[in-house]
Nanobody, 123 residues
Framework: VQLQASGGGLVQAGGSLRLSCAASGHSFRSYTVGWFRQAPGKEREFVGATHWSGGSAHYANSVEGRFTISRDNAKKTVYLQMNSLKPEDTAVYYC?????????????????WGQGTQVTVSS
């Protein structure tokens, strides 16, 4: 499966952005798609994940209630809607895929990665 993330940009604190992760390749419906982020000097951290077949998404505590993951199976795209953004949300955001569910929160379990997209939240 191939992944392509897009939608990053510069936004003021309190604003919103929506990231997209477009998937291609066979058997993508059997995968879990996760979102991760990495700020300068920090480790890559789990943001949330969803499975193509349905079910509730899982979120990191730091984004619960502010971020929402959705998917459009027809477009083979997973979205990360980010609301009430904070300066500490500034990072490069990545989408990734693997086949386990519930989704692992450690990045080493994800074998497929899209390129990152920069999100910058100004105060």
């Amino acid at each position: 499966v191939q992944l392509q993330a897009s939608g990053g940009g510069l936004v003021q604190a309190g604003g919103s952005l929506r990231l997209s992760c477009a998937a291609s390749g066979h058997s993508f419906r059997s995968y879990t798609v996760g979102w991760f982020r990495q700020a300068p000097g920090k480790e890559r951290e789990f943001v949330g994940a969803t499975h193509w077949s349905g079910g509730s998404a899982h979120y990191a505590n730091s984004v619960e209630g502010r971020f929402t993951i959705s998917r459009d199976n027809a477009k083979k795209t997973v979205y990360l809607q980010m609301n009430s953004l904070k300066p500490e949300d500034t990072a490069v955001y990545y989408c990734a895929a693997q086949s386990r569910w519930p989704p692992p929160r450690e990045s080493q379990y994800y074998g497929y990665w899209g390129q990152g997209t920069q999100v910058t939240v100004s105060s």
